[in-house]
């Protein structure tokens, strides 16, 4: 085996690409955190997010240069970051932030793993994996130690194995609808955590957007995620169950934008697209037939808006064209 002279799969130089580009992204979001963190055990998590993600840029620019391969533009602190521009958020979003971006990124890295073949990028991208895992439980920790950590509701442990014994299991419209089991708990709970970040970026991101599109595309994208978390809310408390906080009020009043509206529009889109998987595998493990039909409409309602922002990039000509396969009609109709 000669893993340096293997060329790179669509799924290597897909993935790669996909990685890159995001962390381009939040090297800009966290330099800018950095300047306005006051907290000293938040700078600390800040840094550590900002360092795993200089490094992976540097692990994959190493492997696009042994490859020749055209080194994507992404974002730039420079050209994508108003440093003058004054605090958005408090110190508090900034954990909350990093868990909702940092819970993105291992989805991209856990199902890369199994698709990635040659030796080197696969042993990347593991890497990749391990540091966000542990860069999660340090996160967690920090959450927990401020008091800023919401846990998933409690629920009694069983007093015996038992087996379901009619198909009304399933039912969740009409009739004798069973209470919420704990992997639906769970993912309530998961996409609401989610959701409370990306409402409360949502709402800075529409309070300094310069372009009136933009603008509005950010204020849309609040009212789809308020949507989802009273819809989600809705499920816990019929079973009397906590959700979680809105983080609204750790968002600042300013309305001078410290971030490009290329780089807000792309962020949304990227953790709007990540959103779908999150709510796919909660589909996945999910038992009640209301709460399946819940996640559906979430799903559409993610995709129509993820559409639209690719329309306003494309538009805009910020839309990076990730590597794609040979259009071979486009060859054969080449004179």
Not at 159 to 184: C, H, M, N, W
Not at 236 to 259: K, M, R, W, Y
Request: contains cysteine; glycine residues 4%; hydrophobic residues 40%.
């Amino acid at each position: 085996m000669k893993p340096n002279n293997e060329q790179l799969t669509s799924a290597e130089m897909g993935k790669l690409w996909a990685v890159y580009m995001g962390n381009t992204m939040a090297i800009c979001v966290l330099t800018y955190f950095q300047k306005h963190c006051q907290d000293p055990d938040i700078m600390e998590i800040l840094k550590k997010a900002k360092s795993i993600s200089q490094k992976i840029i540097e692990d994959i620019t190493k492997i696009y240069n042994k490859e020749n391969f055209p080194i994507p533009i992404g974002f730039d602190v420079k050209k994508d970051v108003n440093m003058d521009a004054p605090r958005l958020f408090a110190d508090e979003f900034y954990l909350h932030y990093l868990k909702y971006t940092a819970k993105a990124g291992l989805s991209l890295y856990s199902t890369a793993i199994p698709m990635m073949i040659r030796p080197d990028v696969r042993d990347t991208v593991i890497k990749f994996n391990l540091e966000t895992i542990d860069f999660l439980v340090e996160l967690n920790v920090t959450l927990e130690k401020k008091g800023f950590l919401t846990k998933p509701p409690v629920i009694p442990i069983p007093k015996e194995v038992s087996f379901v014994e009619k198909q009304t299991y399933l039912a969740g419209f009409f009739g004798d609808i069973r209470p919420l089991q704990a992997l639906e708990i769970a993912h309530l709970q998961d996409n609401l955590e989610n959701n409370v970040a990306s409402k409360g970026l949502l709402m800075g991101f529409s309070q300094v957007a310069n372009h009136k599109k933009v603008k509005e595309f950010m204020l849309r994208g609040k009212e789809i995620t308020m949507d989802h978390i009273k819809d989600c809310m809705a499920k816990l408390q019929e079973e009397n169950l906590p959700g979680h906080p809105l983080l609204d009020d750790l968002v600042e009043a300013s309305t001078i934008p410290p971030f490009s509206d290329k780089l807000m529009t792309f962020h949304k889109i990227d953790m709007f697209s990540m959103k779908i998987r999150s709510y796919a595998n909660a589909m996945s493990l999910n038992g009640r037939r209301d709460i399946g039909l819940m996640f559906s409409k979430f799903i559409l309602d993610i995709g129509r808006y993820v559409e639209d922002g690719a329309n306003l990039m494309i538009d805009e000509g910020w839309f990076e064209k990730p590597p794609h396969a040979v259009d071979r009609k486009a060859l054969a109709d080449n004179e």
